[in-house]
C-alpha cells in the first residue's frame, strides 16, 4: 500500500510559477515510476508529466512541455513539479500517480496503481 499526499497549491497570476509536491509513504519508492496528472472542470483526467525511478526520463505533456519541470528525490520519498510561465488553462485539480508496476516513465493512466487526492492549482488572468 502506498499513500501520496500533494501539497503546494493555491492561487497564482498567469505568467507567475508555483511548485506542487507529493510525500509518498512507500518503503521502496525509488523503484516505483511516478507521474503528474490533472483535472479541470467537466474534463476528464489527463496527463502532465512523469519520471522514470532513476529519474532520466522525464517526458511531458505538450501542452507543459518547456514551462513544467518534474522531478524526484527518492532519499526523502518526494515528488515535485516546478510549474513557471502559468497560464489560465493550467487551472485544475493536480494528482500525483505511483505505478509499482513500473520503474520506466508512463503516460496511460491506467499504468498507476496509486493516486493522491488532488490539490488545486488557480491560475487568474
Known amino acids: 500500500q502506498v499513500l501520496l499526499e500533494e501539497s503546494g497549491g493555491g492561487l497564482v497570476q498567469a505568467g507567475g510559477s508555483l511548485r506542487v509536491s507529493c510525500a509518498a509513504s512507500?518503503?521502496?519508492?525509488?523503484?516505483?515510476?511516478m507521474a503528474w496528472f490533472r483535472q479541470a472542470p467537466g474534463l476528464e483526467r489527463e496527463f502532465v508529466a512523469a519520471i522514470s525511478w532513476s529519474g532520466d526520463s522525464t517526458p511531458y505533456a505538450n501542452s507543459v512541455k518547456g514551462r513544467f519541470t518534474i522531478s524526484r528525490d527518492n532519499a526523502n520519498n518526494t515528488l515535485s513539479l516546478q510549474m513557471n510561465s502559468l497560464k489560465p488553462e493550467d487551472t485544475a485539480v493536480y494528482y500525483c500517480a505511483a505505478a509499482e508496476s513500473l520503474v520506466a516513465a508512463s503516460k496511460r493512466e491506467t499504468d498507476y496503481e496509486y493516486w493522491g487526492q488532488g490539490t488545486q492549482v488557480t491560475v487568474s488572468s
Open positions: 512507500a518503503r521502496r519508492f525509488r523503484n516505483y515510476a
